[in-house]
């Protein structure tokens, strides 16, 4: 028991005074748009902004903040949708899920952790996103996935991958999807009467 709580301790104090780094990779295979890809009316459309952020199903409402950040933000860089209050624009609606091994995860952090990051570990996250468009017409509801790989440690990057931080891959996901979800959209012919 001495053996645990002296480990526990250590771990704490390795992750507490920055010993154990932890770098993020945006997975690529759902990167399918650009912003040079869109095509930009002349005035964007205003669109009110409505998102729900889930982990396993369950609603996480304290993320839900990051989520309206990351989304209007690349909403406005499309340069397709400007963010709305008001009642009359059309509605866009994303929900995230974030379908997580919370034990998994759990249980590589503490290895990690009681060799001081010599043993590394990869924690995936993955997303699923439900994103829709309704313009009072009918609705278009598109769904995609995507995920961020976290390593713990000292771990190997994965293949083609380039690090950052978990809150500016959290944010680039967000552009994938908000971008793939717009030029399918455009593609559809979603947002010609606009």
Known sequence: MKGL???????????????????SYVDPQYHQASYEALQRPPQPIAARVDVHFLRNGEALPK???????????????????VPSTSAAAPLISITANNVADLGAARAKGFGTGLTFGAAGSMIDDFYEFSCSYDNGGAARKLDY????????????????????????????VIDDVVLNFVKDLQARGALAQQ
């Open 5 to 23: 709580v002296a480990a526990i301790m250590a771990l704490s104090g390795a992750v507490t005074s920055g010993c154990i780094s932890v770098k």
């Open 63 to 81: 993320a839900d903040g990051e989520l309206r950040a990351n989304v209007e933000r690349s909403l406005r860089a499309t340069g397709v949708f």
């Open 145 to 172: 996935k995507h995920a961020i790989h976290t390593s713990v440690g000292h771990t190997k990057a994965p293949d083609g991958m380039t690090a950052t931080t978990p809150a500016n891959a959290f944010g680039q």
